[in-house]
């Protein structure tokens, strides 16, 4: 049995949590430099605001019905996020963080329990607990839980929790539920059930087996069994390690000097020197782009990227800021505004494993301590409080978030002061 644990409007609620006055107000959450809607409150959604609308362009509803706009805090999400799932893991021993705002619990060896009132109880704790509301779909199957999940959200009589738990509840869900609802239903396979009229989660699941493999591979097979009741996907309580790391950001503002457009580059590649770490993993091939803002038609266009294979896989910010610099100078082109840069790392192996190179000059096992002490610092006193002075202090490129809330349970000076 498995229960999957959703996050309600979690951006929103996150800003809810700390301001009791946007209780019922519409709140809307706004992506890097605040250019897009990515998250909105029930409210907002009542009112008509799309995921991914530009801001600019609904400024006139926002003001006439005095919603709450801010900028993304992804330290403040982070950190609420790690709160939800340390509640979790108290109800469970078996859960998967599937996303910032979703988990799987395993239920596996609950049956004395009553399932219902058992997540009910997991609900109500993580809401006293945090502050953010969640919904919880239970059912014997990753899929199912995911569309029981659907159902608690939407509909009020469920009061966040659904139970798929006969066999009349699975059809019932299955029969109402369109196939772009389905976990790993993608649009591509969407449109191609619903040419042949499989357009229900119920027709995908009474469909032909030998149709579904010739047509979606084993892939598509193992979900429709998973439809059917049949569990076939485990959970993954061992986070994979990753095998490509992107780092990238626009800029506030268009730069057009080579100068603080490098230091966003060192940047990006010391951070994804550092995520390598955390994985115990190296990488030997790096790829640096950059590009002009491709909506602005008025402008001169130019986008360019360099691939540099390096000579020995590492995991060093001193290496990556290295190579990442060279990279960039040889690109990058005067005359052009540039909207973006970003870092992609790949030919990623664990640690144990990297092939050495007679010719390597780099004393690794000094630059490995260095780095362990980097990391060290870095994680008691704050992110990039210590890092390569490539990187620079200005940060002219840095993201525009000019309606930003305070980062209230991870910086001091931003934890909230009640007066009594």
Partial sequence: MFA?????NFYASCERAFNPGLRDRPIVVLSNNDGCIIARSNEAK??????GE???????LIDKHQVAVFSSNYTLYGDMSQRVMNCLAEFSPDIE????????IGLKGFDLYEMEAYCRKIRATVIRNTGIPVSIGIAATKTLAKLANHVAKKEKDCDGVFWINSEEKRKAVLERMPVTEIWG?????????EKHKLITSWDFAEAGEEWVRQNMTVVGLRTQKELRGISCLSLEMIEPDKKAICTSRSFGQMQT???PIAEAVATFASRCAAKLRKQKSCANVLMVFIHTNAFRKDLPQYARNRVITLPVATNSSMEFVKYAVMAFHSIFQEGYQYKKAGIVVAGIVPE???????FDEVERSKQAQLMKTLDTINNAI?????????EGSGRKWKLRQEKLTPCYTTRWKDIITVNT
């Fill in 4 to 8: 999957l644990v959703d996050c309600n």
């Fill in 46 to 51: 009542a009112l008509g605001f799309k995921m």
């Fill in 54 to 60: 530009p801001a600019y362009k609904v400024k006139g």
């Fill in 97 to 104: 963080i599937y996303s910032i705002d979703e988990a799987f």
């Fill in 185 to 193: 239903v993608g649009r591509q396979y969407a449109r191609l059930l």
């Fill in 257 to 259: 000097e080579a100068q």
């Fill in 352 to 358: 144990a494993c990297v092939q050495s190179n007679c």
């Fill in 382 to 390: 704050g992110s990039e409080k210590v890092k390569i002075a490539t």
